[in-house]
């Protein structure tokens, strides 16, 4: 905890530059604050329990990782909430738990009514996010003493996490460089297309993120510019794949790269998908230059599908068709060990998988059939987890939509609320559609939302297993 705190002290200072540059005292006053309580108590944490004296189970990381996600939010939710930007401390928890999940939903009915620096902090979040905020502790201080990879594990967006190095510090550090050359390259290229240094900055937070929030009220759409969405697209279906075969594609080249059959479904399911809402669109949308028809759709399957959650058109207004696709993108997510969320695309295809098994096995019930993911075997325990996690998933939609419906408003608006917080998507339908937002619920509500995106972002066993008596009894564990 010390460690984490220490780390959220540091990355307070860009934010904190921002409001010098801009000259907001209030905001400069919360920045510095926070700083002190962040950096004294992760200092006088550490001093009084040396990390290098903690021995830590598997079991453990569970609970570290847990904790140090809501305190994270917690702690980032103080400037928010000093500085009068968000008063409301709930809100402001809502806020910065859909930063660091990179989910993008907010509560906020005017952007652009924040100060500056807030909303750098606000975007900057997702940017911590988006690879972990203990893999960035991990890269960032690879000596702290506890075991990064078993840590580490727990927070990771996907089934597996990859070494790619024998030192998992060493592995933090890669994954940190490439992520950084993917934030300074989509930077440049905005910069280039007309966007302003601060306006780039925090939408590239977004996209590489892969969180969504923007300093404007219409998000992309405010730049009314092609270029821009295509930059935006790029980026957000890179980081929307498995960042370790990037590694594969400097090492092996392109064509192993494209081996990887979740990498494919992945394309697939996303090029299909906007192909189909462009003819829509074209056909009873109301669209008729197909080049814009396309950019918008291919804008919007690619921010839903890789839980970006940008808008440059109002989706809930498309043909039924056209938003029966968006929410089954909404359902499938993105990559494992990308930036994104959901419940991730090799999940849905080992389950494809099992399905076509299924059916083979009762037309041939004597021959034997297994389910392999490049070239290998799935083994059965790893089908196992799969198919609870599908299992987990579905009852967790139902079982929050049950909670939220308390607030009496539809079933579109209920269920798409869950779903788009659990999958750290960021909008929904209806009143919480790409124009709205969040503000309509209660707090009881929004803090139960902020937790369905904590958990979401954490792959829901590593969070709800702590609800459960047998983690707290190591007899039973």
Not at 69 to 79: C, G, K, N, Q, R
Not at 176 to 195: K, P, Q, R, W
Not at 374 to 401: K, L, P
Not at 411 to 431: D, E, M, R
Request: glycine share 8%.
């Amino acid at each position: 905890m010390g460690i984490l705190l220490f780390v959220i002290g540091l990355c307070i200072i860009p934010s904190l530059i921002v409001a010098i540059i801009y000259q907001e005292t209030v905001s400069i006053i919360s920045f510095l604050v926070t700083m002190v309580i962040c950096l004294g108590g992760g200092l006088s944490i550490m001093i009084m329990f040396p990390p290098s004296l903690i021995r830590i189970k598997a079991r453990d990381g569970f609970l570290i990782v847990s904790l140090c996600w809501l305190l994270a939010s917690f702690i980032s939710a103080i400037p928010l909430c000093v500085s009068g930007a968000i008063p409301d401390f709930i809100d402001a928890f809502f806020e910065t738990c859909s930063g660091y999940s990179t989910t993008g939903s907010t509560i906020l009915k005017d952007v652009e009514a924040l100060p500056k620096s807030m909303l750098f902090w606000r975007s900057f979040t997702h940017w911590l996010g988006g690879m972990g905020i203990i893999v960035f502790a991990t890269a960032l201080l690879p000596s702290i003493g506890i075991e990064g990879m078993m840590i580490a594990s727990a927070e990771t967006p996907g089934p597996t996490l990859d070494k790619l190095t024998p030192k998992f510090s060493d592995t933090a550090r890669n994954l940190y460089l490439l992520y950084m050359l993917f934030t300074a390259i989509e930077t440049l290229l905005l910069v280039l297309g007309g966007m302003s240094l601060y306006d780039s900055l925090l939408h590239t937070f977004g996209t590489v993120g892969t969180g969504g929030f923007s300093d404007y009220n219409n998000s992309v759409a405010h730049f009314n510019s092609p270029y821009l969405q295509w930059v935006i697209i790029v980026f957000m279906t890179m980081c929307g794949t498995n960042f370790n075969l990037y590694f594969i594609l400097f090492r092996r080249g392109p064509v192993a790269m494209f081996k990887d059959p979740e990498l494919r479904l992945y394309l697939f399911i996303m090029i299909t998908s906007t192909l189909l809402i462009t003819v829509d669109l074209l056909g009873v949308g109301g669209y008729d230059d197909p080049f814009k028809s396309l950019t918008d759709s291919a804008f919007q399957v690619s921010s839903i599908m890789t839980t970006t959650g940008y808008a440059t058109a109002n989706y809930d207004l498309w043909p039924t068709f056209a938003k029966m696709l968006i929410f089954m993108v909404m359902l499938t997510g993105a990559c494992s060990s990308s930036t994104g969320g959901g419940p991730k695309i090799i999940r849905i295809l080992v389950c494809l998988k099992l399905i076509r098994r299924g059916v083979a096995l009762k037309i041939h019930p004597t021959r034997i059939f297994t389910v392999k993911l490049n070239g290998r075997e799935v083994s059965q325990e790893t089908a196992t987890n799969i198919a609870n996690f599908m299992f987990f998933y579905i009852f967790t939609v139902f079982a929050g939509g049950l909670i939220i419906s308390l607030n009496g408003f539809d079933l579109i608006t209920t269920f798409s609320a869950v779903i788009t917080c659990l999958g750290n998507v960021g909008p929904g339908f209806n009143l919480v559609g790409p124009v709205m937002n969040f503000s309509i619920f209660s707090h009881f509500s929004k803090f139960i939302l902020s937790m369905l995106m904590i958990a979401g972002r954490l792959e829901l066993f590593t969070f709800f297993m702590l609800l459960s008596p047998h983690y707290w009894n190591p007899d039973k564990a």
